[in-house]
């Protein structure tokens, strides 16, 4: 059977590996440590004993720690992958759902469904896919000049959407009567703590997606040779586009709902992974997917365990790792 | 045959107390209206806010207090309190840690959510509610009930009616209400408008709330300031950060207010005005003198 596979499937197959079992490293080092403690021996024990431990450490495990890695594995695989995504359609690597505005218009949309006293499935969902997809619409049409400027005036774009959103997200708190929905302040920079096990089963939406993408992953390597070389090798481009952006901005959304703004994750995981492994979307998929997932439990971590007291948002990290980054790279693509 | 029965009847009722032993609870409607089964005697009490740490306090019953908010910093020994995070942000498994039997919450004052995710755990959550006076005596007497205290849950609620009556009967030896802004933080400054209890105690301590029409805590311009021109001006210390000096300084800025030109310009002890417990009364003492000096005689203490 193994001479079947050719060397690219042998390829993936190292990679899902190396990248699950960093996961799964990731994984644990998120559910063993939290603000009362690392808790290795009673992990040991709630994982494998069942029994021999205290119902709150049970809970402490599985009904806190467990929702947010989860999320956190969920937010940051889907983030990784939707920068992956659009750096491949828009040709920018600068690319990101968060820089681009289209984290931010889901925000909004996510927001005004709270507003409206929506469920938080379908109905908050749907909301902030309705943002995030009128957002995208506004980033394609800057995207469509010819000029040698587009480049970089789609990334303005995007900033411009994002200052606009984060003001209206502010409009809209001061506009709210309801003192709870103050914690949407924290929201703004990415907040992994109000997530509970019942609402995890929404982040069972982006599996769809994913799976989409990585079907399209071939045409997504023929589309980085541009438009006309790939639509002679057979893609039809506009479809692939099409499909991939609406997927794209779906999981984007529903992440966004759960998690708030998140920034640079989708700039910093793809980058490094395209040094690692190059540039070749079968690769870059899969390792994108595990690889973000495990980058986020880990700078969720850090939110979680470095302050004295309480916690920072979750993007407060991703921010200053992901923001000097983008810098890095606007430099070298002036060069 | 009669035997028989009444075996079996004793029988059911032996495994229905046995059955029902450990669980120990009762069902109390808390201040937010809530049905909550609470254990009988609760052994693990986690509380939500720095004035219901103050109350347990108060009701003597601090050894079953295994943590509180930050912040919570009265009485003295309250500081070393494990903290579960701050008032408006409690972490989730920071409470958990503590294994709690109980947690003491404010309504609409810690997030909903948080309260939901407790419950969901299996932690009872019983909510106070205090928007004013009568309503912290309630509180006092539910968490009397609660926490075993009754007797000192009456003592104190008599000491703050007997404190209040006395403040009254002074306060109705003159007709004289001036207008009083109550400043609850710098920067931007914040105002204390009606259905508060600061606007409560305002009102008993023989002085009117300047800002009557506006609700909760508004924010405030320096151009509504000198619109309202106020006669006293009370402002919590720490507004904004900032320290005694620096407070007074953004006042004496604007020599038009009378407030400014007859230095009537207080800086009062936030966490006493701030926190709805027994200490309030405390407050409407001093508030009183500061706004009524003519009233005040000697052997009162402010």
Same mark, same amino acid.
């Given at each position: /059977?193994?001479?079947?596979?050719?060397?690219?499937?042998?390829?993936?197959?190292?990679?899902?590996?190396?990248?699950?079992?960093?996961?799964?490293?990731?994984?644990?080092?998120?559910?063993?440590?939290?603000?009362?403690?690392? /808790?290795?021996?009673?992990?040991?024990?709630?994982?494998?004993?069942?029994?021999?431990?205290?119902?709150?450490?049970?809970?402490?495990?599985?009904?806190?720690?467990?929702?947010? *890695?989860?999320?956190?594995?969920?937010?940051?695989?889907?983030?990784?992958?939707?920068?992956?995504?659009?750096?491949?359609?828009?040709?920018? !690597?600068?690319?990101?759902?968060?820089?681009?505005?289209?984290?931010?218009?889901?925000?909004?949309?996510?927001?005004?469904? /709270?507003?409206?006293?929506?469920?938080?499935? +379908?109905?908050?969902?749907?909301?902030?896919?309705?943002?995030?997809?009128?957002?995208?619409?506004?980033?394609?049409?800057?995207?469509?000049?010819?000029?040698?400027?587009?480049?970089?005036?789609?990334?303005?774009?995007?900033?411009?959407?994002?200052?606009?959103?984060?003001?209206?997200?502010?409009?809209?708190?001061?506009?709210?009567?309801?003192?709870?929905?103050?914690?949407?302040?924290?929201?703004?920079?990415?907040?992994?703590?109000?997530?509970?096990?019942?609402?995890?089963?929404?982040?069972?939406?982006?599996?769809?997606?994913?799976?989409?993408?990585?079907?399209?992953?071939?045409?997504?390597?023929?589309?980085?040779?541009?438009?006309?070389?790939?639509?002679?090798?057979?893609?039809? *481009?506009?479809?692939?586009?099409?499909?991939?952006?609406?997927?794209?901005?779906?999981?984007?959304?529903?992440?966004?709902?759960?998690?708030?703004?998140?920034?640079?994750?989708?700039?910093?995981? !793809?980058?490094?992974?395209?040094?690692?492994?190059?540039?070749?979307?079968?690769?870059?998929?899969?390792?994108?997917?595990?690889?973000?997932?495990?980058?986020?439990?880990?700078?969720?971590?850090?939110?979680?365990?470095? +302050?004295?007291?309480?916690?920072?948002?979750?993007?407060?990290?991703?921010?200053?790792?992901?923001?000097?980054?983008?810098?890095?790279?606007?430099?070298?693509?002036?060069? | 045959?009669?035997?028989?029965?009444?075996?079996?009847?004793?029988?059911?009722?032996?495994?229905?107390?046995?059955?029902?032993?450990?669980?120990?609870?009762?069902?109390?409607?808390?201040?937010?209206?809530?049905?909550?089964?609470?254990?009988?005697?609760?052994?693990?009490?986690?509380?939500?806010?720095?004035?219901?740490? @103050?109350?347990?306090?108060?009701?003597?019953?601090?050894?079953?207090?295994?943590?509180?908010?930050?912040?919570?910093?009265?009485?003295?020994?309250?500081?070393?309190?494990?903290?579960?995070?701050?008032?408006?942000?409690?972490?989730?498994?920071?409470?958990?840690?503590?294994?709690?039997?109980?947690?003491?919450?404010?309504?609409?004052?810690?997030?909903?959510?948080?309260?939901?995710?407790?419950?969901?755990?299996?932690?009872?959550?019983?909510?106070?509610?205090?928007?004013?006076? %009568?309503?912290?005596?309630?509180?006092?007497?539910?968490?009397? @009930?609660?926490?075993?205290?009754?007797?000192?849950?009456?003592?104190?609620?008599?000491?703050?009616?007997?404190?209040?009556?006395?403040?009254?009967?002074?306060?109705? %030896?003159?007709?004289?209400?001036?207008?009083?802004?109550?400043?609850?933080?710098?920067?931007?400054?914040?105002?204390?408008?009606?259905?508060?209890?600061?606007?409560?105690?305002?009102?008993?301590?023989?002085?009117?709330?300047?800002?009557?029409?506006?609700?909760?805590?508004?924010?405030?311009?320096?151009?509504?300031?000198?619109?309202?021109?106020?006669?006293?001006?009370?402002?919590?210390?720490?507004?904004?950060?900032?320290?005694?000096?620096?407070?007074?300084?953004?006042?004496?800025?604007?020599?038009?207010?009378?407030?400014?030109?007859?230095?009537?310009?207080?800086?009062?002890?936030?966490?006493?005005?701030?926190?709805?417990?027994?200490?309030?009364?405390?407050?409407?003492?001093?508030?009183?003198?500061?706004?009524?000096?003519?009233?005040?005689?000697?052997?009162?203490?402010?």
């Amino acid at each position: /059977m193994n001479t079947d596979f050719s060397p690219i499937y042998k390829k993936m197959l190292l990679t899902i590996l190396v990248m699950g079992l960093l996961l799964i490293l990731a994984a644990g080092l998120g559910l063993g440590i939290g603000p009362t403690g690392s /808790m290795w021996d009673k992990l040991w024990d709630v994982v494998i004993h069942k029994t021999a431990a205290h119902p709150m450490d049970k809970a402490i495990i599985w009904q806190i720690r467990l929702p947010r *890695v989860v999320l956190a594995a969920v937010a940051g695989g889907t983030l990784a992958l939707a920068g992956l995504v659009f750096q491949a359609l828009l040709r920018n !690597p600068l690319a990101e759902p968060y820089i681009l505005g289209i984290s931010g218009g889901s925000a909004v949309g996510a927001i005004l469904g /709270m507003f409206a006293g929506l469920a938080v499935f +379908p109905g908050i969902s749907l909301t902030a896919f309705l943002g995030s997809m009128i957002t995208l619409g506004l980033v394609l049409v800057l995207a469509r000049g010819k000029s040698p400027l587009s480049k970089h005036s789609l990334i303005l774009g995007g900033v411009m959407m994002n200052a606009f959103f984060g003001a209206m997200i502010m409009f809209l708190i001061s506009l709210s009567p309801d003192a709870q929905l103050r914690h949407i302040l924290f929201w703004l920079m990415g907040d992994l703590s109000m997530i509970s096990t019942e609402h995890l089963p929404v982040l069972l939406a982006v599996l769809p997606c994913m799976t989409g993408i990585f079907l399209l992953a071939r045409p997504m390597n023929l589309l980085l040779l541009g438009r006309d070389t790939a639509s002679s090798m057979g893609v039809n *481009v506009n479809l692939v586009i099409l499909i991939l952006l609406i997927l794209t901005s779906l999981m984007v959304s529903v992440v966004v709902s759960q998690s708030g703004l998140i920034g640079f994750v989708g700039l910093a995981v !793809p980058h490094i992974f395209r040094l690692i492994l190059g540039p070749d979307h079968r690769l870059l998929i899969p390792s994108c997917l595990l690889g973000g997932g495990a980058y986020l439990i880990l700078c969720d971590l850090a939110a979680r365990t470095l +302050p004295r007291e309480g916690e920072m948002p979750v993007g407060v990290v991703t921010a200053l790792i992901g923001a000097p980054l983008f810098i890095f790279l606007l430099w070298r693509s002036r060069a | 045959m009669y035997f028989c029965r009444l075996s079996l009847i004793l029988g059911l009722l032996m495994i229905m107390t046995l059955s029902s032993a450990p669980a120990q609870t009762r069902e109390m409607t808390d201040l937010a209206g809530r049905q909550v089964h609470l254990p009988k005697e609760p052994r693990r009490v986690v509380s939500l806010a720095p004035s219901i740490t @103050e109350l347990v306090y108060a009701l003597g019953r601090e050894e079953i207090l295994k943590g509180t908010t930050q912040f919570s910093n009265h009485p003295l020994k309250a500081r070393d309190l494990p903290r579960i995070g701050s008032y408006a942000r409690p972490d989730i498994e920071l409470i958990l840690g503590l294994k709690p039997d109980l947690v003491l919450a404010i309504r609409d004052g810690n997030p909903r959510h948080a309260i939901e995710r407790l419950e969901a755990l299996n932690i009872p959550v019983f909510a106070l509610d205090s928007k004013n006076i %009568e309503e912290i005596i309630l509180s006092i007497e539910a968490l009397g @009930e609660i926490l075993d205290a009754r007797d000192q849950a009456s003592m104190l609620i008599k000491d703050m009616q007997k404190r209040i009556e006395l403040v009254q009967q002074r306060v109705a %030896e003159t007709d004289f209400r001036p207008h009083v802004f109550f400043q609850a933080d710098a920067n931007p400054v914040i105002g204390v408008g009606e259905s508060t209890f600061i606007n409560e105690i305002i009102n008993l301590s023989g002085g009117k709330n300047a800002i009557a029409g506006a609700r909760g805590y508004p924010r405030m311009g320096w151009e509504d300031i000198l619109l309202i021109n106020p006669e006293v001006v009370i402002i919590a210390s720490m507004a904004g950060g900032r320290n005694k000096e620096q407070l007074l300084q953004s006042w004496s800025r604007w020599p038009q207010l009378r407030a400014v030109q007859n230095d009537r310009i207080h800086v009062v002890d936030a966490d006493i005005f701030e926190r709805p417990t027994h200490r309030l009364v405390e407050g409407l003492e001093m508030l009183m003198g500061i706004i009524h000096p003519e009233l005040a005689s000697d052997h009162h203490e402010y």
